[in-house]
């Protein structure tokens, strides 16, 4: 694995940023969280008049040799049937990213099925699908810096196509299993509150999803703060890529939006490689899968949104993008009190 070079936000620029925010014709702090956001762009950009181009949702897929075992309530058949959908625009994905202004990459990570060539799909396939977990390590070092790799390079290849706003999604029957293994290990939270539902699993059926992951953790035999070897023994080739997409794209002080659960467990990873990633992301909303909230709460995040979503796929991150856009607009076109010739407050 290659170290990467990620710079810590310089807050040089933040004093004249908050100035400028402060010196729009409003209350000082009435614009909420946009004023953060509009801090945010301005300090990742290094300007005080911050751009939003080419903003993109990036979706990776991949499939996980555990979901055969049961991990999840939808066969593994429904990660290709969902590409299909998203190569075909009719996913939620689609729909909120069309009305968000947004354009979406769509990636084959890792999905047990030939796509065959697609003018939409790149193929970035490491396998077809991980291995089983719940028998030994989901991928081998060779297959994850792959994965790593080719995120590098999907993402560095947005950066040289004008793009400066990456949001990320997935899409992985099984990768809520693998997202909760992930985030009991680097974490060090109990596993059974890392674990939810998943895709929508009953009691029954979300107890031997618990069962299943809890024979599946001492197999690991390696530190638990160690990203790496934690992607490579529950991770997913979707996962893996989304790491390296997000290294890549924070080196290119692209913004981040990060989405929900299982994303949020590819960012812990690349957290864990690389700390100063935080200071890139936004974080969209606040999934209602169970381990969300402690991966939340562990990177000490404050998502934008929580409106009881649970789909993935980067719903979130395209419904925040408004926001994010609207920080930028609001610092770039609001009057100032000079400007205006409205009279400051004493």
């Known amino acids: 694995m290659r170290s990467n070079t990620i710079q810590a936000i310089d807050p040089w620029l933040a004093a004249a940023l908050q100035a400028k925010i402060d010196g729009k014709t409003k209350p000082p702090g009435s614009l909420g ?56 625009g009719g996913a939620a994905i689609n729909v909120l990213a069309r009305q968000a202004g947004m354009a979406l990459t769509v990636v084959d990570a890792g999905v047990n099925h030939d796509f065959g060539v697609r003018a939409d799909l790149i193929d970035a396939k490491v396998a077809h699908g991980t291995a089983n977990y719940l028998e030994g390590p989901a991928m081998d070092a060779a297959q994850r810096d792959a994965a790593l790799a080719y995120g590098e390079k999907i993402a560095r290849a947005l950066a040289d196509s004008g793009c400066n706003v990456l949001g990320f999604g997935e899409m992985g029957i099984g990768n809520t299993a693998s997202a ?142 408004p926001l994010v856009a609207a920080a930028a607009a609001f610092l770039d076109e609001m009057a100032s009190f000079e400007s205006a010739g409205v009279s400051n407050k004493a």
């Open 33 to 88: 969280r946009l004023e953060a956001l509009a801090l945010q762009l301005g300090q990742i950009q290094n300007t005080l008049t911050p751009r939003l181009t080419r903003p993109h949702i990036l979706v990776c897929a991949g499939d996980h040799g555990a979901a055969k075992a049961g991990v999840s309530a939808y066969p593994q058949d429904v990660t290709w049937q969902m590409v299909e959908n998203f190569l075909a």
């Open 180 to 321: 909760s293994l992930i985030t009991h290990c680097l974490t060090g939270m109990p596993l059974a509150a890392c674990i939810g539902r998943g895709t929508g699993l009953d009691d029954a059926g979300l107890e031997r999803k618990r069962m299943l992951l809890a024979q599946a953790l001492p197999r690991y035999a390696g530190a638990h703060d160690d990203a790496p070897a934690v992607l490579a023994q529950f991770g997913g080739f979707e996962i893996a890529m989304l790491v390296g997409a997000m290294l890549a794209a924070a080196e290119r002080r692209m913004l981040l939006l990060i989405d929900g659960f299982i994303v949020t467990s590819a960012l812990l990873v690349a957290a864990g490689l690389s700390p100063a990633i935080l200071d890139y992301c936004v974080f969209a909303h606040r999934s209602d899968e169970a381990g969300h909230a402690i991966q939340l709460d562990y990177l000490g995040a404050k998502p934008l949104l929580q409106l009881g979503m649970r789909l993935g796929e980067g719903t979130g991150a395209a419904l925040a993008y």
